[in-house]
C-alpha cells in the first residue's frame, strides 16, 4: 500500500513538472529532458534494437525532440501517466525517422556507380529487405501497442484472453458499443468517472445512450476496452475503431 502511494506521489510530481514546463518553466524543461535521458536512450535502443549512443547517434537525437514534443502535448486528460505517453510518442518519432531514412535514395555519382558496379548489391534485393524492414518494424510496433493495452485493461480488471472472447459477435452490435464508448470518451463527466473509478457509471450513462440497461451490462468490458483505445495514442489499435469520430 505504501509502494503504491509513493509511486502516485511520484507519477503526480513528474506531471506538476511536466505542466510547469508547459507552462514555460524552461529550467524544469530542460531538467526533465536532463534525468530522463537514459529513459529516452532505452525507448530509442528498443525500437532501433541496438545500444544507441547519446552523444553520437542522430536516433537519440531524435528521440530528444520527441520527448520534448511530448512534454508540449501530454494531458492529464487522456488517462495515461506521462512516462506511458512519452515513451509511445518517443518510439513512433524513431520509427517515422528510420523509415524516411530507408526511403531515402544514396547520392552516388555516374563515375562511382561505374567503378563499384561489380560490387552494388541488387536493387531488387535492396527494395525487398527495405520492404522487410518496414514490415518487421509495423510487427514489432503493433506488438507493443497491445503489450501497452493490456497493462490498461487489467487496471480495468479485463485480461486480453477475455476481451476477444466477449467481444460482440455480430457488427452491429460492435458498432453500437462503440458509439457508447465514443459518448463516455467525449462527455467529461463520464470520462472521468471511468478513469477513475474504472466501471461504467451505469445510472448516468442510461441518460446518454439509446440502448439497455441489459445490453449495456452484457457488452461492459467491451465498451470499456474501446474506451481505453480512445483515451490512448494507438495508432494501429485505433485502426480496428477507424469508423468511430472524436
Known sequence: MIKRLFKKGKENFLEEQVLAAQNGDEQTRHHLLEKYRPFIAKNV?????RYI?????DEFSIGLMAFNEAIDSFSK???????????????????DYLRSEQNQPAA?????????????ENPNEVKISRERFAQETDAWHRKEEILEFREKLRA??????????????????????????????????????????KRLPMKELINYVSVSKKTLERNRKYI??????????????????????V
Open 156 to 197: 480495468y480488471k479485463i485480461s486480453f484472453e477475455e476481451l476477444i472472447e466477449i467481444s460482440p459477435k455480430h457488427q452491429d452490435a460492435r458498432e453500437s458499443a462503440m458509439e457508447v464508448a465514443r459518448i463516455i470518451y467525449e462527455t467529461p463527466s463520464l470520462r472521468e468517472y471511468v478513469q477513475e473509478k
Open 224 to 245: 470499456l476496452a474501446i474506451f481505453i483505445i480512445l483515451s490512448e495514442d494507438y495508432m494501429y489499435l485505433k485502426e480496428y475503431i477507424k469508423g468511430v469520430k
Open 77 to 95: 486528460e487522456k488517462g495515461s501517466s506521462f512516462l506511458s505517453f512519452a515513451k509511445l510518442v518517443v518510439k513512433r518519432k524513431v520509427i
Open 53 to 57: 549512443d547519446p552523444d553520437r547517434d
Open 108 to 120: 552516388v555519382s555516374l563515375d562511382e556507380e561505374i567503378q563499384d558496379e561489380e560490387q552494388m
Open 45 to 49: 535502443s528498443e525500437v532501433c534494437k
